[in-house]
């Protein structure tokens, strides 16, 4: 990992908000095929201890990913992201609501906007996250709170924080 | 009805009580008096924000001071903090395919 990445994230409570700006050492070209193949979306979404599993994409306005977070139970959570709208490269547009495992989406959701822009060979995606309600953003880390995940993610961390050292 | 420290702050008047008392304890009389609202609203409020625990009350005398109960704000520092971890773990995980599929 290249520490010298940009890494923001920030929550604005008040507006129900979550930002979110990364950049990447690899051109747009890559970068946009990672976050919209599903292929590719599969091997890095779900972050470590879960997988995510994808049952269908079509990555189309109008067009629905319907997919997995599963925990190293076999625990699966089903979350359903809806392309609202789709500018190649530049941006894409997201509607995102919980779901059960028959596609029946929960009432509320979230508006996602993403945002792709490369400088000298560095891509940078920009994420704004807006959620209808507050619990639902608080929802929306539900798995991450549970204490053993956040345990894990703890060791993760000092387990690279000792291999660095070395 | 489940109350939690995300209601008490999803108010403009509740997160400036908190404002108000994260400086000293007060009355209801004393935090009334910085709001155009009645008293019965600011009741309202306290009683939202004392439900969250994210306040709680403590008698002088014949007086009920309020104050801010500094251990439960910690708890939304923590919550973003996990939020943000989840980003940072998928993220340097894409960062690992990137540089595979690069070459």
Redesign the interface.
């Known amino acids: 990992?290249?520490s010298d990445?940009l890494?923001d994230?920030s929550?604005n409570?008040?507006n129900k908000t979550?930002y979110?700006v990364?950049e990447?050492?690899?051109d747009l070209e890559?970068?946009w095929k990672?976050w919209t193949t599903v292929e590719?979306l599969d091997?890095?979404?779900?972050?470590?201890p879960f997988v995510a599993k994808t049952k269908f994409m079509n990555f189309e306005v109008g067009g629905r990913r319907f997919f997995a977070m599963v925990s190293p139970e076999g625990q699966e959570r089903w979350f359903i992201q809806k392309f609202t709208s789709i500018s190649p490269k530049t941006n894409f547009k997201t509607y995102n609501t919980f779901a059960d495992k028959d596609e029946n989406p929960e009432l509320l959701g979230s508006e996602w906007d993403f945002n792709f822009s490369e400088q000298n060979g560095t891509t940078k995606v920009s994420i704004t996250i807006y959620n209808e309600s507050?619990?639902r953003?608080?929802k929306?880390?539900e798995m991450?709170?549970l204490e053993g995940c956040?345990m894990q993610?703890k060791n993760?961390d000092e387990l690279l924080e000792t291999l660095s050292q070395k | 009805m489940r109350r939690d420290i995300f209601q008490a702050i999803a108010d403009p008047t509740r997160r400036a009580i908190i404002a108000l008392i994260a400086l000293q304890a007060m009355t209801p009389n004393a935090l009334a008096e910085h709001f155009d609202t009645t008293r019965q609203a600011v009741s309202k409020h306290l009683r939202i924000l004392t439900e969250c625990e994210l306040i709680k009350q403590e008698h002088k005398g014949r007086e009920i001071y309020y104050q801010l109960e500094i251990n439960k704000m910690k708890e939304i520092d923590k919550w973003i903090e996990q939020f943000r971890k989840i980003w940072e773990t998928r993220f340097n995980q894409l960062d690992d395919l990137l540089s595979i599929i690069k070459k």
């Open positions: 990992m290249n990445l890494f994230f929550v409570k008040e979550v979110i990364r990447f050492n690899a890559l970068v990672a590719l091997q890095w979404w779900g972050p470590k507050l619990a953003l608080e929306m880390i991450g709170t956040a993610f993760l």
